[in-house]
């Protein structure tokens, strides 16, 4: 029988920089987490370790969710668009998902011609990682 993990992988379109975009999604309520990149070894290490892994595009390595911060995602269903080449992560958040220390990347809303933030930190920085 095939590996399952590579039968998924196989069905990945990556693109020319071999990554595919990742969004995190909480999987009993809905709410849009994050947007991440992962590669075909982030692929593999989230489905073996049943917790998120990403490819790091500042630090240039893979990145598990949380190793700094403790805020991890732990996978619940993996999920591919129509084409392939989008991946959507069901995950049960550990905490905060954003590193200002908010539960969602997505805080801020265009309201009325400006940008508004609709969600304010719920932890500090400094405690998340250790700073000052």
């Known amino acids: ?6 039968m998924a992988l196989a069905e ?4 020319p ?3 595919v975009p990742a ?3 909480q999987h009993d309520t809905g709410e849009i987490l994050m947007l991440a990149w992962m590669n075909r070894d982030a692929v593999r290490t989230t489905l073996a370790e049943g917790r998120a892994c990403y490819w790091s595009r500042s630090r240039n390595r893979l990145w598990r969710k949380g190793e700094t ?3 991890v995602q ?12 989008a991946v959507l992560l069901l ?24 940008l508004v933030e609709i969600a ?5 920085t400094e405690q998340l990682y250790g700073e000052g």
Do not use: K
Request: a negative charge.
């Open 23 to 25: 969004v995190a999604q």
């Open 91 to 114: 995950v049960e958040q550990t905490g905060v998902a954003c590193h200002t220390g908010r539960r969602s990347c997505f805080y801020r809303a265009l309201q009325n011609g400006a």
């Open 120 to 124: 304010a930190p719920l932890i500090a």
């Open 69 to 71: 911060s403790g805020q």
């Open 12 to 15: 990945i379109r990556f693109g």
């Open 74 to 85: 732990w996978l619940r269903e993996l999920r591919l668009d129509c084409d392939g080449d």
């Open 17 to 19: 920089d071999g990554l």
């Open 1 to 6: 029988m095939e590996d399952p993990i590579e």
